[in-house]
């Protein structure tokens, strides 16, 4: 495999911080790129692999038919059979060096899968980026607007205003009463 197999550093990052969209932005091309790059180096690796498999099926298979051929013609004419097609191909299949390409194909195909959900979550977070920068844009990050996405700095401030606004009008209200 052409790189160690470790997407937590992307996974990590598919989550939009709402309130740097700015860095945001400037981030998503090089990740989105980076992971394209991981997934086509996958897909690669998974197609050598395949390559592979081709061509040791067809050495085992001429291996292994005339190795069968050579052992019928040693056996007695009452024992003779003929070689099958079935029989060779089970003996390829089951040999360890097929086995373990078989294992390795797998592995770079569920490596290529993730990836490339990985990279689909990466064109969304894209998309994403683009709605959250237009919401941002018609200010429904603020406080004044009701939206719901605020972080909580600016709910404890925005509380503590209301609180102090609330006081001064309660005192405002006794002083008009003259209480």
């Not at 064109?123 to 004044?144: D, M, P």
């Amino acid at each position: 495999m052409s790189e160690e197999f470790d997407t937590r550093e992307f996974e990590s990052k598919l989550k939009v911080d709402k309130n740097d969209l700015d860095t945001e932005w400037q981030q998503n091309p090089q990740l989105f790129w980076r992971v394209s790059n991981m997934h086509a180096r996958a897909l690669s690796d998974r197609d050598s692999i395949k390559v592979d498999i081709g061509l040791a099926e067809a050495e085992l298979y001429s291996l292994f038919r005339q190795k069968m051929e050579d052992e019928l013609a040693n056996e007695d004419d009452k024992k003779k059979g003929r070689v099958t097609d079935a029989a060779i191909k089970s003996r390829v299949e089951s040999s360890p060096q097929m086995v373990k390409l078989n294992k390795q194909y797998l592995k770079a195909s569920e490596r290529a899968n993730i990836l490339l959900a990985l990279k689909e979550g990466y064109q969304q977070r894209s998309y994403s980026l683009k709605y959250l920068s237009e919401l941002y844009t018609v200010n429904y990050f603020t406080v004044e607007s009701g939206g719901k996405v605020r972080n909580d700095a600016n709910d404890k401030t925005a509380d503590r205003n209301r609180e102090a606004a609330g006081r001064l009008n309660r005192e405002a209200r006794r002083e008009r009463r003259g209480d």
